[in-house]
């Protein structure tokens, strides 16, 4: 569940925003494993507020931060070390949503505290002047999630905006999933249980990485045949994963 002090919040709300996402942080019953804040740009004034607004809290344990407009690594090291300094011991899923921020998305996923990186699909479209559209952004998206990949960290694609358009979120979350994102973010309620599904092993798949264990197990080799198939170290790593 993601808090949002960003772009969903208008401006004059900002400060309630801050204050209600203030006492969450505080609640001792808090699950940090299942909450995100997405706070303000760190180069703004509301974001400056934020931070502020961390430290104040100390929250424990860790908790994970959405960090939009993320285009400078340093930038981001520097905000995660002066947190710790104040006891605030955070992750980071950096939205990578502008030019600059693809052109350095490998830099920004080797950063320090950088646990993923968020496709920011919507802000850089308009950027580049272009259609938010599969083909249009196929490009960036590759650029994010190879990005992420070396660096080990998750990829996670943008929402469908489409909230009624259920086959459409569908035929995107898996042509996202094929190209190596690990999620996808969602915008409403009506989108969580297809995500879920195409981002999760099918039946067919988990019955597949057993028996390509169960064979390595017993043959004890790093390439053998199943159904016809050559299975060598990648594939047998990726089984492993999925089970």
């Known amino acids: 569940v993601c808090m949002d002090l960003e772009d969903a919040v208008a401006h004059e709300a900002k400060a309630e925003a801050r204050a209600a996402a203030e ?17 303000n740009p760190l180069n703004s004034t509301e974001g400056e507020l934020d931070r502020e607004m961390l430290e104040r809290v100390a929250p424990e344990p860790a908790i994970k931060l959405m960090i939009p407009k993320a285009d400078c690594s340093d930038e981001l090291e520097s905000f995660g070390r002066s947190l710790e300094v104040h006891r605030v011991f955070a992750t980071f899923i950096a939205i990578v949503e502008s030019a600059l921020g693809v052109d350095q998305a ?22 580049l002047g272009v259609a938010l559209d599969w083909e249009a952004l196929l490009y960036a998206r590759s ?11 998750r990829a996670i694609d943008m ?16 042509a ?11 915008i409403h309620p009506k989108h969580v249980a297809t995500v879920h599904e195409v981002f999760s092993p099918s039946d067919s798949e988990i019955a597949r990485a057993r028996r390509v264990i169960e ?28 089970v």
């Open 159 to 174: 929402p469908y905006l489409e909230v009624a358009d259920l086959e459409g979120l569908r035929k995107e979350s898996e």
């Open 215 to 242: 064979t390595f197990e017993h043959e004890q080799e790093g390439v053998f045949i199943l159904d016809g198939v050559m299975v060598d170290h990648p594939e047998i790593k990726a089984a492993m994963s999925i």
């Open 106 to 127: 490998k830099e920004i996923a080797a950063t320090p505290f950088v646990s993923g990186l968020l496709f920011g699909g919507l802000d850089l479209s308009i950027e």
């Open 176 to 186: 996202a999933r094929r190209l190596g994102f690990v999620g996808k973010a969602v």
């Open 23 to 39: 006492a969450v942080l505080r609640r001792a019953d808090l699950d940090s494993t299942r909450f995100v804040l997405r706070i």
């Open 143 to 153: 650029r994010v999630v190879l990005a992420a990949r070396t660096s080990g960290i």
